[in-house]
């Protein structure tokens, strides 16, 4: 099934030629404060991505993470991390519905802010789940 989403204003779209994984919703203070909330992704190696649009795509980056972000509109689209090359991550409300997706985790929990509540039918990790 071939997914496809972009970002806010539309500069950069994208599409997910290959398998994505189902949701994962990571609570880590900063995928909480590069989306403002959570982030909710799925993931497919970065092969399986095609860009368009990319001349408006930015990214941050920390030692280990770069946040993939639309520089027109500020939408967050995308993670990477160095520890795993050719991994990349797509935040979840940016897909286009349908997603035939579904939330299988939540990551980080004891990170979470104080106001959010938990979904109880969704499994929780204080830390990473095991065998990401």
Not at 56 to 78: H, I, K, P, Q
Not at 96 to 120: E, N, V
């Amino acid at each position: 099934m071939s997914r496809t989403g972009g970002c806010l204003c539309g500069s950069v779209t994208y599409e997910i030629t290959g398998e994505a994984r189902d949701i994962v919703n990571c609570h880590c203070s900063r995928c909480r404060r590069h989306t403002g909330h959570y982030m909710a992704a799925t993931s497919t190696d970065a092969d399986q991505l095609e860009i368009s649009g990319a001349g408006s795509l930015r990214w941050y980056a920390t030692a280990d993470v770069e946040y993939g972000f639309c520089g027109e509109c500020g939408s967050t689209l995308f993670w990477r991390t160095l520890r795993r090359p050719g991994y990349v991550a797509i935040a979840a409300g940016t897909l286009t519905p349908p997603t035939g997706l579904k939330t299988i985790a939540a990551i980080y929990t004891d990170y979470a802010s104080d106001y959010h509540s938990f979904d109880p039918d969704v499994p929780g990790y204080p830390e990473d789940r095991p065998n990401p």
